[in-house]
């Protein structure tokens, strides 16, 4: 059986029917949060396959610098065994999973669990609130970029400093 994902209750719940969430009297539910939610979830994910792409690229990287092309130096090949091995699965005899590929897939099937999840409540107001569903499928359509794939554009988030691939 294939390892269930993180919300994976809670999505069939919500698939069923059967999800509730006790609000108090000044809660309301407006589509904004909802269409929100489902833009950054997708910048978040495409953001973590880049990341994942660099560190794919980190474990396979031909030239270290660091001696290991010197036979004698043994350490020099244990180091870069380790740093690759820390990136991404290169030999899954040694390697463990706590390497950042790893890391950032459990990331990523969170990230898309909670957006499957607030798309399948957002289908639900959709079905059933006429005015919901108009200012959801607006908002969708004329959707501004998420501030998280801002950098992608040459663009930085106020508070926030891109450092490229191996620079400091």
């Given at each position: 059986m294939a390892d269930a994902t993180p919300l994976a209750g809670l999505i069939e719940q919500a698939k069923?029917?059967?999800?509730?969430?006790?609000?108090?009297d000044s809660v309301t539910v407006n589509a904004d949060e909802f269409a929100y939610?489902?833009?950054?979830?997708?910048?978040?994910?495409?953001?973590?396959?880049?990341?994942?792409?660099?560190a794919r690229q980190i474990s396979s990287r031909e030239n270290w610098?660091?001696?290991?092309?010197?036979?004698?130096?043994?350490?020099?090949?244990i180091l870069v065994r380790r740093f690759r091995g820390k990136a991404a699965t290169v030999d899954p005899a040694t390697d463990s999973d706590n390497n950042v590929w790893d890391i950032l897939e459990q990331h990523y099937k969170?990230?898309?669990?909670?957006?499957?999840?607030?798309?399948?409540?957002?289908?639900?107001?959709?079905?059933?609130?006429?005015?919901?569903?108009?200012?959801?499928?607006?908002?969708?359509?004329?959707?501004?970029?998420?501030?998280?794939?801002?950098?992608?554009?040459?663009?930085?988030q106020p508070g926030t400093t891109i450092i490229g691939l191996g620079q400091s």
């Open positions: 069923s029917g059967n999800l509730s969430v006790g609000f108090s939610i489902e833009r950054d979830c997708e910048a978040f994910k495409t953001k973590i396959r880049e990341l994942q792409d660099a610098g660091l001696g290991e092309k010197t036979d004698r130096l043994n350490s020099a090949h969170i990230v898309d669990d909670l957006q499957i999840l607030h798309r399948t409540i957002a289908q639900t107001y959709r079905d059933t609130d006429a005015a919901f569903a108009a200012e959801y499928d607006r908002l969708m359509a004329n959707m501004p970029a998420s501030p998280i794939s801002a950098a992608q554009s040459g663009k930085t």
